[in-house]
């Protein structure tokens, strides 16, 4: 049962309440290189990309905004640190939402500049909690970045911005560590009914980053915790994209384009269903109906282990059963990838 949420509007998108989990993702460019960043911009939205974050560490940063969002029609979000005022000349900017910790902004008159000026163009902004950056005396409190002390550090910081009337917020509690991560989040989604962004940090390069984020953001989805998620991958951003999205295909959230699924193979198998499924998925890149495909390598097991998918293929010697919805339809011989796109796309 999804964990209902206070909406939060990004751009021209609605996260929390009903409304589908948003994938984000977040360049990595060099700030300074614009026209890398625009590149990489363009895709990541291509990829699917929904929300779109980049670092602004300096004033002269602050011309990302502009560029990107002429290049990529996706809300864009500035992830800032300590400086305010960098905060105020992205909402100059025409920026979407921001990435602040109020805490970390100096004096409160300045969380109160930031508030007002948010608050005048309907801006939200995410609180990002980390293991590894607590505040000094909260981990001293408790001794380690436990769960605990990362829903106090995140209420705090909430706190600083509810004292300026500000409530337009969207809360991250990430750690590395999974279990860490995931009561952290259980902890704070019963705390409050702010939208969550859900993920990983620091979860690594591609294979164990896709386990941890598997794990952890996956694990959360299926407790209805999470309203938008990012698949933080030391890789680049269109793969945590894809990620994201197979992520809330395997949590049962209904998302667009093919999904193949295939055997493991054994003794019995007479095709090469590895390259065939590689293929398939190859030559539906852009196919946008949300069907399951199923890749089998023999007819002992493959149309009744794969009767729920739309479509799909079960090999034998130098031939493969075609099956639509568990139906046996007829054999394919010669262009079997070919011919299965093809009935793919008379679905």
Known sequence: MRKVKREVKIGNL?????????????????????????????????????????????????????????????????????????????????????????????????????????????????????????????????????????????????????????????????????????????????????????????????RMGLIKSGMGIGGLLLEGIGDTLRVSLTDDPEKEVQAGYDILRAAGHAVGGPEIISCPTCGRTNIQVAQIADEVEKRLKGYKKPIKVAVMGCVVNGPGEAREADIGIAGGKDEALLFIRGEKIRMLRGDIVGQLVDEIYKL
Do not use: W
């Open 14 to 206: 609605v996260i929390g309440g009903h409304n589908p989990v948003a994938v984000q993702t977040m360049l990595n460019v060099p700030v300074a290189d614009i026209p890398g960043n625009v590149a990489q911009a363009k895709r990541v939205v291509e990829a699917g990309c929904q929300i779109l974050r980049a670092s602004v560490p300096s004033l002269e940063d602050v011309r990302i905004v502009e560029a990107v969002k002429n290049a990529a029609d996706v809300p864009f979000v500035a992830d800032i640190h300590f400086n305010y005022k960098i905060a105020l000349a992205c909402v100059d900017a025409g920026v979407d939402k921001i990435r602040i910790n109020p805490g970390n902004i100096g004096a409160d008159e300045n969380v109160r500049a930031v508030a007002r000026a948010c608050n005048a163009k309907n801006i939200p902004i995410r609180i990002g909690v980390n293991a590894g950056s607590l505040e000094k005396e909260i981990l001293a409190k408790y001794g380690a970045p436990v769960p605990e002390a990362l829903v106090e550090s995140a209420m705090y910081h909430v706190a600083l911005l509810e004292k300026h009337d500000f409530n337009n917020i969207v809360i991250s509690i990430k750690s590395s560590n999974v279990p860490t991560m995931m009561q952290a989040y259980r902890l704070l989604s019963e705390k409050c009914d702010y939208p969550l962004h859900v993920g990983v940090t620091e979860a690594g390069t591609y």
